[in-house]
């Protein structure tokens, strides 16, 4: 049996410091407000036996969050009797720091065992208590807002909690050693792989040696058919010559009279373009003469218009204005009739405005006080970190080495590399000059004193051939300096990036002591003499902190000023009011605005008459916007009348440039004519501007009458045919010239792989070809498809037999090894037979298991049946739950006229409530057996009395202290913030934030 002793509790969240001892036996009653600490208690004892944050509404997400507000350490310790034994547990946590966990168990002869070690500590507790965190808050803790939560978990879940309670673990261990996992299957997986890759390696030699014979003969197909190929493209090519020569001569005696019919059809396209220009210029003349007609107009309109409206436009500007001043001269009389009706009322605001002003300058001192002593401490813990980075640096320095003397020698031998390469550039451009030179001036001289053009190609040639030898040969020096050049400066860059690093290295912790003596100087301390000195200080400037880390200053310095200008930011809309205010107490403002407003009514009395006479003499009223409208009337009217005024500008503008345009036409068109006169032979008359449109159509009409002479269409249809049949000779030619040539050389390359003797030369003949092709006719014995097929069919189970070698080599990391096939095949059946004895063995464990687990069932129902009639007084009696879901149905005698089960959802909330802690209550007398001796002998209920009335209420806590459950625990605790009845238990413990107000026994 295990029963609580002791728990104490230290800034455990609510809990700011409480002891607790626990009676051997009673019933104890925790009272107190919301958030005194009540359901703290049980997380306290929850966290004390298994180290974990309990997951409620109000539970911590992480240990940290267990730790009061503002506070940097929590503490608990619980002192547990287990049978004859006493275990001391003591938890430490620790804000984002390491935590402690201690456990002493005491003997009955007085020895101490001492554990320590967090996970050392949690392993020892769970395996002498028997259960783990999720077994005991499914039995020992009942939460008001979670009674549901055992028919909420699912099957699966529910029976490994049953097995935990009911210390099934070595069955629970034994069904997982047993079970299979997924390495057992990939070591299945990887067997027969294996089996796989032992039958590719054993088949695939012989794939290999039947492809190497088929491909083979399939190839001397492919030369025979190579060959037949070049001997048919050569044979057509010859035929082509004979009708290529006829269609160059057709071409050549074509290309005169084409080049005739295209200059006549050029000719008329001109002239066609000279008759538009003509037309052109007549139409810009009558333009020219209607847009100085327009001018004329607009500019006559506008001297008459436009001084008149000047005029009348000064004027009404002039009344705009003064009636625009007596508007604010109103608006004033009207402000200062309002500051006279305000200038009481501003008094008394001032004077609280001053009030508030002194209560501000009073906090203001307060958080500038504050502020000054956190920036001292921020400055001291700055000048703490810095000599620590000083000290840190001072002790990593160290010396670097220098290679400069190894870097100069290679770049001198770089700087001769390239000092060669140079040269032999120089060299390789004085070969090409010279043997322009020699093309240049000698070849022509040495042609025309022999009068032999072949001397000149022969020595042409020679000159070419010894001018690309030695081209050849100082490129390739050039290329393998280039290389050693590019070798070297790798080298040397790798060399330099060395050096960089070790400077780097050498200097980086200089830099870091510089950087450091620097922050010294600009905090003002003075820079230690030695590290131990710099440690000293750094020890005395943490006494000086108050235990505050610099986060935690910057965020006080923060908060504090900006309070402190949230005060200032006050005090300054005060002042400003205040600013505002002063004014108004001055006794002679009030005179002031009554003279003010005297003046005002006299300005209004004497010029609101003349403005309406003056206003009259133009039929306006005498208003401010009237006049406005008016005067922007007759600036619309100038505006259009300018617009005129820049029309006519435009229109001589336009003017201008068509008489350009006439002159530049006139020009173009005696050019064109000129050139058409030309093709005529004296046939079209001479230019003249006078010439007339008449004349030019009889020029239009000789050009059609020479074209239609020359040929015309039907000679330039002649001369495209005759191009056409050219282009498609050549192109057949080519194309066969190139086939026969790829035949060629397919039959090169086949002879090449075959090995055959005595085959083609490089550049064969027709004749070579036929009798090279008469050598393999015999060959020829068998189908080439089927061949072919034959081939595809043997590539693709080698290509097959390769990927299956090479990723289950790969997959297995036998690459280059040789797998014997019945070896692999024997290890492959050993590992599936005893997989499947496993597997048959974890099904019988489990099934055992599954009908331990399951005898929880009926006995839960029997102490539900016990205890329903009690906590509902005698209004239910029987009650059946569905062994997969746990879903509760209970007997109702009221429903129908003999009763009937119904589901718990159709009951109030507080009678559902009642159905769910009875099922709950049975559970744990169910699991929890006392005759094991390692079940709690305690049970918590958290506030379950929240939805029930007092009649059953006090058949709760009869059940709890004199009934079924009082009877089977030692140790029952009960929550609550509602008042019970207190003499039905032996001890009350009363909370009050977070402390221990009071305690009963």
Known sequence: MIRLKRLYAHDFKQLKEIEIHFPQAGRILVQGKNEAGKSTLFEAVFFALFAQALNTESGAKNLDDLIGYDKEKARVELDLQVRDRVFKITRTLARSKTNKWELEIIRPDGSVEEVRGNKAVNDRLVAELGFDAEALLNTCFVEQKKLEKLEGMSKAKREESLSKILNLERLLELEDKLKLRVEDERLVNRLRHRVELARAQAELPGVRDELSRAEGQLRLLELRANLDTAIQELTAADSLETAFARLESQRSSLQVQVARVVALERARQMLDTTLVRYDTLAQDREQIAALSRDRDEIQRAVREQMPALETRQRDIRRLGVQAARLTRVESVRGVVLGDLQRAQNNKQELDGQLERGSALNETIANHETRLAALDAMIHAYDTGETLGDWATAVTENLPTDDDSAALSTGRVQRDALYTRQRQYIIYLGGIVLAIALVSALVLPALVLNTGNLVIGVVVALVLAVLATLGIILLGGRVLKLNRESSRLTQELGKLEGEMNVKRSLGALTQTRIDSAVEKLKMLDAPVPVSVAAAQSRRIEIASLLENKTRPELVSERDETREKLNYARAQRDEVVKRIRDLSPAQDGPNIPLLERKLSRADQILNTWRPRLARRAAQYDLPPETEALRDAYRNIQGELKVWQQCVGQAEKISGDTARIQQRISKTRAEMQEQYTQVAALLDGGAPAWSPDLDRAALLGVQAL???????????????????????????????????????????????????????????????????????????????????????????????????????????????????????????????????????????????????????????????????????????????????????????????????????????????????????????????????????????????????????????????????????????????????????????????????????????
């Not at 009082?966 to 207190?982: C, N, T």
């Open 703 to 1001: 050009l059609v009458a020479s074209f239609v002479e020359s040929g015309g269409e039907q000679v330039r249809q002649q001369m495209t045919q005759v191009e056409k049949e050219l282009g498609a000779l050549e192109r057949e030619q080519s194309i066969r010239a190139k086939n026969a040539r790829a035949a060629i050389n397919n039959a090169l390359a086949i002879e090449r792989e075959l090995g055959i003797e005595n085959g083609l030369p490089a550049q064969p003949s027709l004749d070579e070809l036929k009798t090279l092709a008469a050598r393999f006719t015999e060959d020829n014995s068998q189908e080439r498809p089927a061949l072919q097929a034959r081939v595809r069919r043997l590539n693709q189970r080698v290509g097959e037999l390769r990927g299956l070698e090479e990723r289950f080599a790969r997959e297995l990391g036998l690459v280059g090894e040789t797998v014997d096939p019945e070896l692999a095949q024997s290890e492959l059946e050993t590992a599936e037979r005893d997989q499947g004895t496993r597997k048959y063995g974890a099904e019988i464990v489990a099934r055992a298991r599954r009908r331990i687990v399951h005898k929880v069932l009926p006995a839960t129902m029997e102490y539900m049946r016990r205890i329903l009639p009690q906590l509902t007084r005698d209004r239910y009696h029987d009650a059946e739950l569905d062994p997969e879901s746990y879903k509760i149905r209970v007997w109702d005698e009221r429903a129908g006229q003999s009763g009937a089960w119904k589901e718990k959802n159709i009951f109030s909330g507080g009678t559902k409530d009642q159905f769910s802690l009875a099922l709950r209550l049975a559970f744990a007398l169910a699991t929890l057996p006392q005759e094991r001796g390692t079940s709690p002998g305690f049970i918590f209920l958290d506030e379950p009395l929240g939805s029930f009335d007092d009649e059953r209420a006090n058949a709760l806590l009869y059940l709890l202290t004199e009934g079924e459950i009082g009877l089977a625990f030692d140790q029952i605790l009960l929550i609550s913030h509602i008042p019970v009845q207190e003499n039905k238990f032996t001890h009350r413990i009363r909370l009050e934030n977070g402390r221990l107000a009071s305690e009963t026994r």
